[in-house]
């Protein structure tokens, strides 16, 4: 099977959206009048952000999830996607599973496969993905001000859990780790909650990185701090719901670890005026994702940790960096 | 140095056109009214695309290039682009080479970076760029009809005459190879002959993997054939210009391969009436940029291959297929 016969197997479908979908030098798409378009670009690659044994049906929903994922923190609805893909060898069943993952979660966003590439070379997908919001109406990281509360949308540090029993640096009972690894291969974008939050919330970005390195960058964009309450956060993992002596193997400071630190998450981590906590409410009842608050904007720049009485935590969570 | 340090050093500088650029989950761009925004998206692999030696000057002009060369197939006017960048590790120099070569090339087209990623991984880059477009006046590939001419721009075969040296398959003179390798290493996107044909081309594309293989595109999409005189594409090439002595090196039928089927040329094919044919010149004497008339749209499907006789010639030549 050939590039061209690939493309047309696994990739094209007529569009109903766009102008012009696969086939020609470009898409073509008609913006709606008065919205801007969001636009990101997402890039995974193998042996770094996935295993080379991953199952490619959850490899195709994850490479389309994390792209959705950032039009969520951005308040956009989806529109489309270019995929650009770059294989080892056609492998056609792989194909097939990777095609079918992917497509499963553009129809449940109406977010359609306008264009793309497709090359040999070492496993790598890039997605572009393209989104709409009112004008004026992005959520930035920029809009955090002091006295603001701080969210995070349903959990935080499975896919890390799940990450480090594949690793084989824990052992988790099998049916929590079915859990964690279900949060580390098939991330939910939060963009029914992202839609919710338009003229709510003050800021908001998806958590990649991990919770404190990403919060981070709305604090550095918005010039202010940042109290974070360790024990909310703690309570924010699969393990927290399980009974007290699956938890119990467990060290506290690997839980927040987990929580704070662990990456891929794809949870949507947002700030919004304690006025708005009703509207917050509606926002997460409407979208169907509970959301907690775990901490406040402060005037006064850095990030503190503190536990359940408000005892000051030592920050030793390092967040990821491709680089370091 | 880490990511956002590469990010902040190499890849961010302020957006004029764009409403917001790097530095948050997505960008925004507000489209004008009336227009369509035309999308494409390509990938770039080291040993595939390029040598892991190649100047980083070259190919961050060429990853682009090849991206511009799509709007420029559609007519489209460049306005933005995002940047997906895996690299083995960070190397200072080499990405400020690199993005020096990107940058030239961006300002020279008035076409902004306002996003991406970046990850640690075996060198690849994938840049999607988005364009603007009238409604209704994209140049497509489906548009070609009988008795049309059909024609290309610029050379046609360099950048394969280069490849086969640098593969140490040819010896060429040194001011040929330089001047090949030019052709090859940064190749330049018809942005200004795409706008001036709006309205005048039938039908238009650009040649990545060689002159047949991507005209049989446009053939198909119009559901017509072609008759190719390759005496006039065997004109095309750099070599042809040169003295009898350093032609006479080449047999006719590599020339022909070079020219027909040699890839990379990063040119435009395109189709028009006869009665276009003063429009064609027009457009090519406002754009700066050469056009040769090489054929006729034909209603009987398939391509033929004539001498300067007009006698059929054998049509052995495969094009690049990244799969085969």
């Not at 780790?177 to 909650?193: H, I, S």
């Not at 690997?254 to 509606?282: H, K, N």
Request: glycine content about 10%; overall charge negative.
């Amino acid at each position: 099977m050939g590039e061209f016969d690939l493309i047309a197997r696994h990739f094209t479908r007529p569009v109903r959206r766009a102008v012009l979908g696969v086939g020609d030098d470009c898409a073509l798409l008609a913006p709606t009048p008065g919205m801007q378009l969001a636009i990101s670009s997402d890039m995974l690659v193998e042996g770094r952000h996935f295993f080379a044994d991953v199952d490619p049906e959850a490899l195709g929903h994850k490479a389309l999830a994390v792209n959705l994922s950032d039009l969520a923190a951005c308040g956009a609805r989806p529109l489309a996607f270019t995929l650009a893909l770059s294989l080892p060898r056609v492998d056609d069943p792989w194909l097939a599973g990777f095609a079918r993952g992917m497509w499963a979660l553009a129809d449940a966003h109406g977010c359609e496969l306008i264009g793309g590439d497709t090359t040999q070379g070492p496993l790598n997908i890039c997605i572009t993905v393209l989104g709409e919001v009112p004008t004026g109406q992005a959520l930035l990281r920029s809009g955090a001000r002091p006295g603001d509360d701080i969210y995070v949308s349903s959990t935080l540090g499975d896919a890390r859990l799940a990450l480090e029993a594949l690793l084989g640096h824990i052992t988790l009972p099998p049916d929590l780790l079915a859990r964690a690894r279900q949060r580390l291969e098939r991330p939910t974008p939060r963009v029914a909650l992202g839609l919710a939050l338009r003229g709510v919330a003050s800021s908001a970005m998806d958590l990649s990185d991990g919770l404190l390195g990403d919060l981070s960058h709305i604090l550095k964009a918005s010039g202010v701090g940042a109290q974070i309450d360790t024990h909310s956060t703690s309570n924010l993992i699969a393990v927290s719901a399980y009974p007290e002596s699956a938890r119990a193997q467990f060290d506290p400071e690997f839980i927040r670890q987990c929580t704070l630190a662990g990456g891929d998450d794809y949870e949507l981590a947002f700030t919004a005026p304690p006025a708005q906590r009703d509207a917050v409410a509606a926002a997460s009842r409407t979208s169907g994702t509970p959301v907690t608050r775990i901490g406040t904007v402060l005037a006064e720049r850095g990030l503190q940790l503190v536990d359940a009485q408000g005892q000051p935590v030592d920050n030793r969570y390092a967040s990821f960096d491709h680089f370091r």
